[in-house]
């Protein structure tokens, strides 16, 4: 079963809006991860926040984190058509031992409408 | 261009068949990992190398098999091929094996089109 659960499942904006994205997850975690990707090509990375810390910011995107509700959301400020992509979240937990894997929510699809 | 590449961009096979996909990480990254990509499963993690030996198994059939080499390269194998396994294969790579407390980023490659007809 997926960990991560984003929200909304599809959004659809006009350019310059901002966009929100949530995403809730159910164990304890190391540090949470944004991804992008374009259709069909690969994942880029965006944003990495620790689990001590409760907002970060990188260019035009801001991340909050709170562990107590084991949730994050992705800001997108001032959008443009480029932004048009789907987005996931991704936990680091600790898997067995001192093993670790990224559990990939099931993402959001961003649409921005020039 | 996250300098992770993967071979081959596409395949389309047949099924019952044997596939080998090949991924080189990053200059410098010591872990690899594999990740199956479909429509009715979403991104799953299948396993992990770290400087050549298995460090964590995900959702990953007993009908592949991964392996890296010295050269930090990595290997997925896929055989006995179902039409199930059609997806998009992506490798990722990090710095360490995520060792410290605290994790660190992945990159990942362009991915792996798998068609199994």
């Known amino acids: 079963s997926q960990q991560g659960e984003e929200d909304p499942q599809a959004l659809s904006i006009q350019e310059g809006e901002n966009a929100t994205m949530n995403c809730s997850y159910k164990?304890?975690?190391?540090?949470l991860q944004w991804y992008r990707q374009n259709s069909g090509r690969g994942l880029v990375h965006l944003i990495l926040i620790r689990s001590n810390e409760r907002e970060k910011h990188s260019g035009r995107l801001r991340v909050t984190l709170d562990t107590s509700k084991k949730s994050s959301s992705l800001l997108i400020t001032a959008s443009r058509a480029a932004d048009t992509a789907s987005y996931f979240c991704a936990t680091d937990i600790i898997s067995s031992g001192s093993a670790r894997q990224l559990t990939f929510g099931s993402g959001t699809q961003l649409t921005v409408l020039p | 261009d996250s300098g992770v590449t993967q071979t081959p961009k596409h395949l389309i096979t047949a099924t019952g068949q044997r596939v080998t996909l090949r991924c080189s990480p990053r200059?410098?990254?010591?872990?690899v990992y594999w990740y199956q990509q479909s429509l009715d499963q979403g991104l799953q993690f299948l396993i992990h190398y770290y400087n050549g030996e298995e460090r964590a198994k995900g959702n990953i059939l007993e009908r592949f098999s991964a392996q890296q080499f010295p050269d930090l390269h990595s290997e997925l194998n896929l055989s006995s091929l179902e039409l199930g396994d059609s997806a998009l294969y992506f490798c990722?790579?990090?710095?360490?094996?995520?060792?410290?407390?605290?994790?660190?980023?992945?990159?990942f490659g362009p991915g792996t089109r798998l068609t199994v007809l």
């Open positions: 164990t304890s975690i190391n540090n």
């Open positions: 990722a790579s990090s710095a360490t094996g995520g060792s410290g407390p605290l994790g660190d980023t992945q990159y």
């Open positions: 200059s410098g990254d010591l872990s």
